[in-house]
């Protein structure tokens, strides 16, 4: 069965300290992966789409990569306003429109 | 260009009651999604509509209808409502299939919050 888990559930930095989210995946046939940011009350904001291993992706502070099981999400200098959920979902290439969420990693910035 | 409106917010319901909760997208999106988001979890998706008259079962189907009867709105119904599907339901669109390339990024409405006691 399709599976992703994020890593860690919760990560608390300082205003400048980079830090990587993790996001761990088995599916059969991978057709993509998508990170999302989540703010508190509201719906999921699209960042980035990867659709093969090797694959990079940058806005801002952040930068997405993949590899054939995990894809990690790089927070550079983050600031207050990036603290949010971040969450990760694959879509498999079994059925074109069914897509798997991790629970998410809750990130929080402090000044 | 209001991009995808979700009503109502919130809505309290007793067992065994019905509602349908609404969901309106302005962009011309092919593709709309129903997810649910239960605490401390990921998203599930219910079902999902590949564009007028055409509905799919997603992973966690049961409980709950939809109809596509015109590109712009989704509706999703809930029958004899269950303590079970208190959760904050989230619909979504996307011009295409969200791996297809290009810019089919799926846009996500505000979530309506839904309670069953």
Sequence with gaps: EDQVTQSPEALRLQEGESSSLNCSYTVSGLRGLFWYRQDPGKGPEFLFTLYSAGEEKEKERLKATLTKKESFL??????PEDS????????????NNDM???????????? | NAGVTQTPKFRILKIGQSMTLQCTQDMNHNYMYWY????????????????AGITDKGEVPNGYNVSRST???????????????????FCASSYSFPSGGGNNEQFFGPGTRLTVL
Excluded: W
């Design chain 2, 71 to 89: 590109t712009e709105d989704f509706p999703l119904r809930l029958e004899l409502a269950a303590p079970s599907q208190t959760s904050v339901y």
């Design chain 1, 84 to 95: 949010a959920t971040y969450l990760c979902a694959v879509q498999a290439g079994g059925n």
């Design chain 2, 36 to 51: 649910r988001q239960d605490p401390g979890m990921g998203l599930k998706l219910i079902y999902y509509s590949v564009g």
């Design chain 1, 74 to 79: 790089h927070i550079t200098a983050p600031k």
């Design chain 1, 100 to 111: 798997r969420f991790g629970a998410g990693t809750r990130l929080t910035v402090k000044p």
